[in-house]
């Protein structure tokens, strides 16, 4: 490997992270700033122009602390579902031989590849008409409730555990809720972070479905709250930006402290053989 | 699982189980495990799969709950008022610009930081998770740090001075299109770097030293070998970023106000949602649909064709 090579490739990658992380750093900036400062010296902070005033202004206009709670709802109830249902079915196609297995697998593949766009119609027919589920949290929730990525990470990670460890178990006469639960879960807590990650960034981020079927702002996740303030009430305001920016600031911070704090489970490999299957 | 296994478990069930085992195999708690996740693919992903279809050949409209109502089967009728619809036809347009941005774009930047950061020893779990931050980070958020640096009186235009296009970005016919073909790439990249780390993994390390022996440089190395080697990866990346892009919505609903100016950057499923949901027309948006995944599957498989050959 040459000098001009590894300089080059530092040059890459520098230019690279400061395309990714500018917009994040120049979001906080813009956030504190008391009048929008566009120019090129309003990207670095100055002192005459920071104020908390736009994270009061937004919190005034969208309750931040609701759209939190519903965000948070909205997440945790994906996350419930994913995990329960996805340990289950990635247990059984891992573990245990029953007749149907084959056909549940492909049509965990399958489900990953039909995009939301075709259903979305039918789902707002029936969540919202039929089952009347407008702004109720599980009309949000139900459309997540499996998520076949995590599924496949759960089937891979069970499915390289020992499988001597199971028949000694069974011999012991173990049930296989007992296999399950004291067995196969305590190990696959890799995979289980792995997943709750994977899901969590989807509805917590999700912001087409969560619009269609809320109108009251008072069950709103965040995302849904600051695009309305975004698209309707943002331009009619002294400094627009100010506190749409603070608004997206609180919106971005808890899913990317969890991703730095957790960023070792978030790996090429498990990713790869969970979109992969 | 092994027969032995078989055997050790079929002692210790009781006599009398072995016709119960024909009918659902070894073990069939297996699909009692799998019962709550099947029944949610059939209630929210078969059955509506089905209806969506169903709508987009009958005459459906909203109607009271509960209220009986006819809805005839109209034949072709829909997908006839979708694609006879200019603002239709020019949302597959504005989706085709930005397919041939985003995906080429994509498949090129990732492989390429990919490549880059493998090779990296230092600083690589900062750079990993630098490179995903605005993949895990939600749209309407960072869609709000693109407007403050894109709009007409904004950073990147006081950078570019007179070489800013004039109306703004995403404002202008021209550029709102492209610049939401470059803010998706910059968004999704990250994830894309991940599956490339991953397919970099697989590629063996003799293809490297046998190119190098035969004395290929950095250059030739990467086309040679990295490229050949990461093919499964870049049809998968093909592939995931078609579906991503045909689903555009928030994007143009947020950025340039609702695929603006004058429908320059409206998805289709941007249309879905106005034609569908605010002017009541759930039958053309479904048929809409059903164009568009139809579309998004001839997509895929030519990019099969031509990039996942083994040759």
């Given at each position: 490997?040459s000098?001009?090579?590894?300089?080059?490739?530092?040059?890459?990658?520098?230019?690279?992270?400061?395309?990714?992380?500018?917009?994040?750093?120049?979001?906080?900036?813009?956030?504190?700033?008391?009048?929008?400062?566009?120019?090129?010296?309003g990207?670095?902070?100055?002192?005459?122009?920071?104020?908390?005033e736009?994270?009061v202004?937004?919190?005034s206009?969208?309750?931040?602390?609701?759209?939190?709670?519903?965000?948070?709802?909205?997440?945790?109830?994906?996350?419930?579902?994913?995990?329960?249902?996805?340990?289950?079915?990635?247990?059984?196609?891992a573990?245990?031989?029953?007749?149907?297995?084959?056909?549940?697998?492909?049509l965990?593949?399958?489900?990953?590849?039909?995009?939301?766009?075709l259903?979305?119609?039918?789902?707002?027919?029936?969540?919202?008409?039929?089952?009347?589920?407008?702004?109720?949290?599980?009309?949000?929730?139900?459309p997540?409730a499996?998520?076949?990525t995590a599924?496949?990470?759960?089937?891979?990670?069970?499915?390289?555990?020992?499988?001597?460890?199971?028949?000694?178990?069974?011999?012991?006469?173990a049930?296989?809720?007992?296999?399950?639960?004291?067995?196969?879960?305590p190990?696959?807590?890799?995979?289980i972070?792995?997943?709750?990650?994977?899901?969590?960034?989807?509805?917590?981020?999700?912001?087409?479905?969560?619009?269609?079927?809320?109108?009251?702002?008072?069950?709103?996740?965040l995302?849904?709250?600051l695009?309305?303030?975004?698209?309707?009430?943002?331009a009619?305001?002294a400094?627009?930006?100010?506190?749409?920016?603070?608004?997206?600031?609180?919106l971005?911070?808890?899913?990317?402290?969890?991703?730095?704090?957790?960023q070792?489970?978030?790996?090429?490999?498990?990713?790869?053989?969970?979109?992969?299957? | 699982?092994?027969?032995?296994?078989?055997?050790?478990?079929?002692?210790s069930?009781?006599?009398?189980?072995?016709?119960?085992?024909?009918?659902?195999?070894?073990?069939?708690?297996?699909?009692?495990?799998?019962?709550?996740?099947?029944?949610?693919?059939?209630?929210?992903?078969?059955?509506?799969?089905?209806?969506?279809?169903?709508?987009?050949?009958?005459?459906?409209?909203?109607?009271?709950?509960?209220?009986?109502?006819?809805?005839?089967?109209?034949?072709?009728?829909n997908?006839?008022?979708?694609?006879?619809?200019?603002?239709?036809?020019?949302?597959?347009?504005?989706?085709?610009?930005?397919?041939?941005?985003?995906?080429?774009?994509?498949?090129?930047l990732?492989m390429?930081?990919?490549?880059?950061?493998?090779?990296?020893?230092?600083?690589?779990?900062?750079?990993r998770?630098?490179?995903?931050?605005?993949?895990?980070?939600?749209?309407?958020?960072?869609?709000?740090?693109?407007?403050?640096?894109?709009?007409?009186?904004g950073?990147?235009?006081?950078?570019?001075?007179?070489?800013a296009?004039?109306?703004?970005?995403?404002?202008?016919?021209?550029?709102?299109?492209?610049?939401i073909?470059?803010?998706?790439?910059?968004?999704?990249?990250?994830?894309?770097?991940?599956l490339?780390?991953s397919?970099?993994?697989?590629?063996?390390?003799?293809?490297?030293?046998?190119?190098?022996?035969?004395?290929?440089?950095?250059?030739?190395?990467?086309?040679s070998?990295?490229?050949?080697?990461v093919?499964?990866?870049?049809?998968?990346?093909?592939?995931v970023?078609?579906?991503?892009?045909?689903?555009?919505?928030?994007?143009?609903?947020?950025?340039?106000?609702?695929?603006?100016?004058d429908?320059?950057?409206?998805?289709?499923?941007?249309?879905?949602?106005?034609?569908?949901?605010?002017?009541?027309?759930?039958?053309?948006?479904?048929?809409?649909?059903v164009?568009?995944?139809?579309?998004?599957?001839?997509?895929?498989?030519?990019?099969?064709?031509?990039?996942?050959?083994?040759?």
């Open positions: 490997m000098r001009t090579q590894t300089i080059l490739r530092g040059i890459v990658l520098g230019v690279g992270a400061l395309a990714f992380l500018f917009p994040f750093y120049y979001m906080v900036i813009g956030s504190l700033q008391t009048a929008p400062d566009a120019t090129v010296a990207a670095f902070p100055n002192p005459a122009n920071i104020t908390g736009n994270y202004n937004i919190n206009r969208i309750n931040l602390a609701t759209g939190l709670i519903n965000s948070g709802i909205f997440t945790g109830g994906v996350l419930l579902c994913t995990l329960v249902f996805g340990i289950l079915v990635g247990y059984a196609l573990v245990l031989q029953w007749r149907g297995r084959g056909m549940t697998f492909a965990v593949i399958l489900v990953q590849v039909v995009p939301f766009q259903l979305m119609i039918p789902l707002y027919v029936l969540i919202a008409r039929d089952y009347g589920l407008t702004d109720n949290y599980l009309g949000m929730i139900l997540f499996i998520n076949s599924v496949v990470i759960f089937r891979q990670f069970f499915l390289q555990l020992p499988k001597e460890l199971f028949e000694a178990a069974r011999i012991d006469g049930s296989e809720i007992k296999l399950l639960w004291s067995i196969a879960i190990l696959a807590r890799p995979a972070i792995t997943g709750v990650l994977l899901t969590f960034i989807g509805p917590w981020n999700e912001f087409l479905w969560p619009f269609l079927i809320t109108k009251d702002a008072g069950k709103q996740p995302a849904v709250s695009a309305n303030y975004i698209s309707n009430v943002a009619s305001t400094n627009p930006f100010g506190a749409t920016l603070a608004g997206a600031v609180v971005a911070v808890p899913v990317v402290v969890l991703f730095i704090v957790f070792r489970y978030f790996i090429s490999s498990d990713l790869g053989s969970g979109v992969k299957g | 699982m092994t027969t032995a296994t078989a055997r050790r478990a079929g002692v069930l009781p006599p009398g189980s072995s016709r119960r085992h024909k009918v659902f195999g070894k073990n069939p708690l297996g699909l009692l495990f799998s019962a709550p996740y099947l029944i949610f693919v059939i209630l929210i992903f078969a059955y509506p799969l089905v209806y969506a279809i169903w709508i987009a050949f009958h005459d459906f409209f909203f109607a009271a709950p509960g209220a009986q109502v006819d809805r005839p089967f109209v034949g072709l009728d997908f006839v008022t979708a694609l006879t619809d200019p603002a239709v036809l020019r949302s597959f347009l504005n989706v085709g610009i930005f397919l041939v941005i985003n995906v080429p774009l994509t498949v090129v990732s390429l930081l990919a490549t880059a950061l493998n090779k990296v020893v230092h600083l690589r779990a900062f750079l998770v630098a490179f995903y931050v605005p993949y895990v980070t939600a749209s309407v958020a960072v869609v709000a740090v693109w407007l403050f640096l894109f709009n007409g009186g950073l990147v235009n006081s950078i570019l001075g007179p070489l296009p004039d109306p703004s970005w995403l404002i202008n016919s021209a550029w709102a299109m492209p610049t073909a470059i803010f998706v790439t910059w968004k999704q990249l990250g994830f894309y770097i991940l490339y780390l397919a970099l993994q697989n590629v063996p390390k003799e293809l490297y030293e046998s190119a190098s022996t035969d004395g290929a440089g950095a250059v030739r190395q990467f086309f070998v990295t490229v050949p080697g093919r499964p990866a870049t049809v998968l990346v093909l592939l970023s078609t579906i991503t892009g045909a689903n555009l919505f928030t994007e143009p609903y947020l950025l340039t106000g609702g695929g603006g100016p429908g320059a950057s409206a998805s289709p499923v941007l249309i879905m949602y106005q034609k569908g949901l605010q002017q009541g027309q759930p039958d053309v948006a479904s048929a809409i649909g164009v568009l995944v139809i579309g998004v599957l001839i997509i895929a498989f030519v990019q099969n064709r031509l990039v996942g050959r083994e040759d």
